[in-house]
């Protein structure tokens, strides 16, 4: 690069920058970093400190907010709400469905998804929810294990981003407002006010949730890469091979981020989605097909049957309930439905940026049933060919799980080797594992790019860099300091003021929906009857 593209490129950064949203997010990060480089111990400390109030004095909080959100896009997918159309009457969507729906779920579901695919449901199978009343490693284990694992990544995951995703989408195609989470709030505040200090708030509080989010997934990913080698070939790096490949990792993302929507985060998805469904397929058919078949099914009719028993159940007065000892519910539950809350500011941003021509329908139901719909199948599959090869004799899962403290980056690892051709398999987890990540921490990187220029669609490469830089520190510091288990404190402090900001969506788009439903179903009957296709039949 020339000193005069240089020069222009370094003057785009600063003229496009929020100084206010961005110099808070920025300096704020830096503090938390140097806190943990300068003060580890005293920085965990107060971190769990802060995680443990809100565990057990707010985990009612995070359980009921996530249950309404759910309530609410099902109410957007099959009530009148859902023909809306985020952009013009007559404007085609930005995206065929198919890229659409890879980059969203791509965006959405992480890496986690393969990190915890043959763990999460082992866990539950050991230790069972004391919901399920089940005794451990028997088949009713089995069944529940398999149902609390759809739970935590099934509808309720899902809502959360397209909540924040659709009014952002709304405002910014039908009435020209900014690309960023503050417009949530622009009927409350007024349009011409979402560069005053309620807006600001909302967007720092987005970036701080985000930075959360991400750091969380790049640490865990990072530990299992480096679990994967040490595993299968002896080779344990520690503090300075952590830091390594969570670098590694920082700059394929933002090498992906640099590249745009269309040249990195499309093709990317493209080929992360084909993937996925090739590993899925050769684990089911290769694996225990009609054991997988008989226990899913199952465990999905379960999930539908006591979805709301699940979504509110706290363990009040049980073994089990929040702060007792083994709290299930905190340690799972809370956990993960504050990683959603932490992740719904990037994807919902995201989401939105990708969703230009689409209906409020289309939206809903693509990021909610769509992805749930296709995320069952894989923790099915994987769960259940866990928990078979454990109670079958076939590996033990569990006891390697011991053998390495409980770290749950190892599950996959003698799951795999133990089908056919499970070398290769091995190998196709590990690169799924990248690229589902490199997938969300691009969306992410954009979002914050996106919220600290005040809702430019396309910032600069500095402002993108900067911030994949910032959160592969923490996500580094993190990870040597204390592990998966700082990650996931990290991540309940960051997502829960956000669920804050979820609920503020759901009442503006009740105010702003509600208050012009015989608008949009006059323009609805309108356009099918020149059409001649019926609303339904459009959708």
């Known amino acids: 690069m020339s000193e005069r593209d240089e020069g222009t490129s370094i003057r785009t950064f600063l003229d496009e920058l929020d100084y206010t949203v961005f110099g808070v997010g920025f300096v704020a990060t830096a503090i938390v970093v140097a806190a943990f480089l300068l003060r580890p111990d005293a920085a965990f400390d107060r971190m769990e400190g802060t995680n ?19 309530v609410f896009v099902l109410y957007l997918i099959f009530g009148p709400w859902g023909n809306i159309k985020l952009g013009a009457e007559d404007e085609a969507p930005a995206f065929r469905f198919s890229a659409y729906f890879a980059m969203l779920y791509s965006a959405g579901i992480a890496a986690g998804i393969v990190f915890w695919g043959p763990a999460e449901a082992i866990f539950h199978y050991s230790s069972p929810s004391p919901l399920s009343g089940a005794e451990a490693e028997s088949t009713s284990a089995a069944v529940a294990a398999l149902q609390y694992t759809f739970f935590h990544w099934g509808l309720s995951a899902w809502s959360a981003y397209v909540i924040v995703a659709i009014p952002i989408a709304y405002f910014a195609y039908r009435r020209d407002a900014p690309m960023r989470i503050s417009t949530i709030i622009g009927p409350i505040v007024g349009f011409d006010n979402l560069d005053g200090p309620w807006a600001k708030a909302v967007d720092i509080l987005a ?51 640099a590249l745009g929507v269309e040249r990195g985060i499309l093709r990317i998805s493209i080929f992360n989605m084909s993937l996925f469904a090739i590993l899925t397929a050769a684990a089911f058919i290769l694996g225990p097909t009609i054991y997988i078949v008989t226990v899913g099914t199952q465990a999905l009719g379960g999930y539908i049957n006591e979805f709301v028993t699940m ?84 590996t033990d899962i569990l006891g390697t799980l011991e053998a390495w403290g409980f770290d749950e980056a190892v599950a996959g690892y003698p799951l795999f080797e133990a089908l056919p051709a ?93 208050g012009q439903r015989a608008v949009f179903l006059e323009e609805t009957e309108s356009t099918s009857a020149s059409t001649g296709v019926s609303a339904s039949e459009d959708d």
């Open 52 to 70: 443990a109030f809100l565990w057990e004095s707010l985990g009612w909080a995070y359980l009921v907010s996530m249950f309404l959100l759910v």
């Open 207 to 257: 970036v701080f949730a985000t930075i959360g989010g991400i750091a969380t997934t790049l640490g865990l990913v990072g530990n299992q890469f480096l679990v994967g080698l040490e595993y299968s070939a002896g080779v344990g790096l520690g503090d300075t091979g952590t830091v390594l490949v969570i670098t590694g990792l920082t700059i394929a993302f933002t090498l992906s981020v």
């Open 311 to 394: 979504s509110l159940y706290l363990g009040a007065g049980e073994t089990g309930g929040v702060g007792a000892d083994g709290d299930f519910v905190g340690a799972w539950t809370i956990f993960y439905w504050a990683w959603w809350f932490s992740w719904a500011p990037f994807v919902g941003l995201f989401i939105a940026r990708i969703s230009r021509g689409r209906t409020v329908r289309q939206v809903a139901a693509t990021g909610v049933l769509a992805s749930t719909g296709v995320t069952i199948p894989w923790f099915a599959t994987m769960g259940g060919t866990s928990i078979y090869m454990q109670s079958s004799g076939q």
């Open 422 to 514: 499970g070398e290769l398999l091995t190998v196709l987890f590990l690169v799924l594992v990248t690229t589902f990540f490199i997938t969300s921490a691009d969306s992410s990187t954009l979002a914050l790019a996106m919220l600290t220029t005040g809702g430019k669609e396309e910032p600069s490469t500095i402002n993108r860099v900067i911030w994949g830089g910032l959160m592969g520190a923490l996500a580094s510091l993190l990870m040597v300091g204390g592990g998966t288990e700082a990650l996931q404190q990290a991540a309940i402090i960051a997502g829960g003021p956000f669920a804050i900001i979820t609920l503020l969506a759901v009442a503006v788009m009740i105010l702003t929906f509600g």
